[in-house]
C-alpha cells in the first residue's frame, strides 16, 4: 500500500463522489473481504461489493488475495493507498461527465436497475422499513426545460450535502426525470 495516490484521471475522482466508497476505502486500510467490511459498516455484502467493483476498476482497491469458502472464492481487497490527492487539473471537470451521464437514458436504465436490487434485498420481515414512494407529473414547457432540471439538480445536490454524512441511518435516494408519452386514443378512453 502506498502512502499517497496521487489521482490525474477523472474516472479515479469521480469514483471518490460517493460518501459510502470513502467509508469503504477507511475500512479497507487493512485487507478484508466485502462481508467483513459490510458487517462493519452495516450494510449488505453486496452493496459493499458494487462499490468494491467500482473502486478496483479506478485503480483505487486492489485485490490483495482469495479464500474459498464454502466453494465460493471470496476476494480479499485493500486500499491502494493511505491517502489520495486530487490533480489541480481535475478541479472543475469533475461532475461534469456525471452530469452528462445522469441526462443519458442508459443511466437511467441502470438506476431502475440498481433501485430493483436493493429493494429485493430490503429484508421485509424486518419491524420498520421506513421508506416513501412518489411519482407525479410535472409540465414545463420548453423554454423552461433547462431551468426546470436545473432547480431539480441543485436541490437534490443540496439535500445530498446536508444529509450525505457517514452518520445515522443510511437512505439511498433515487430520482426519475423522463419525457412521458402521450397516452394513444384507447387509454384516454379508459379514463
Not at 458494487?50 to 465460493?72: T, W
Not at 436493493?118 to 423554454?143: F, H, M, T
Not at 436541490?155 to 437512505?171: I, K, M
Request: hydrophobic residues 35%.
Amino acid at each position: 500500500m502506498r502512502d499517497v495516490l496521487y489521482l490525474e484521471e477523472i474516472e479515479q475522482a469521480e469514483a471518490l463522489l460517493k460518501p459510502q466508497r470513502v467509508e469503504v476505502l477507511r475500512q479497507l486500510a487493512e485487507p478484508r473481504t466485502c462481508s467483513e467490511v459490510a458487517e462493519r459498516l452495516g450494510q449488505t455484502p453486496q452493496r459493499v461489493y458494487y462499490h468494491v467493483k467500482r473502486l478496483v476498476e479506478a485503480g483505487l482497491v486492489d485485490q490483495v488475495s482469495e479464500r474459498r469458502v464454502r466453494g465460493i472464492h471470496e476476494g480479499i481487497y485493500q486500499a491502494g493507498a493511505r491517502s489520495y490527492w486530487l490533480s489541480p487539473r481535475l478541479v472543475g471537470r469533475i461532475g461534469l461527465r456525471k452530469v452528462r451521464d445522469e441526462l443519458s437514458l442508459g443511466y437511467l436504465l441502470d438506476l431502475m436497475e440498481e433501485v430493483q436490487a436493493d429493494i429485493a434485498a430490503l429484508d421485509r420481515a424486518a419491524p420498520e422499513l421506513p421508506s416513501i414512494g412518489l411519482s407525479g407529473e410535472i409540465r414545463v414547457r420548453p423554454d423552461q426545460r433547462q431551468d426546470f432540471l436545473n432547480d431539480l439538480q441543485h436541490t437534490l445536490r443540496d439535500l445530498f450535502t446536508r444529509y450525505g454524512g457517514a452518520e445515522g441511518d443510511a437512505f439511498k435516494l433515487a430520482v426519475a426525470c423522463y419525457p412521458q408519452t402521450e397516452p394513444t386514443q384507447g387509454e384516454r378512453d379508459d379514463d
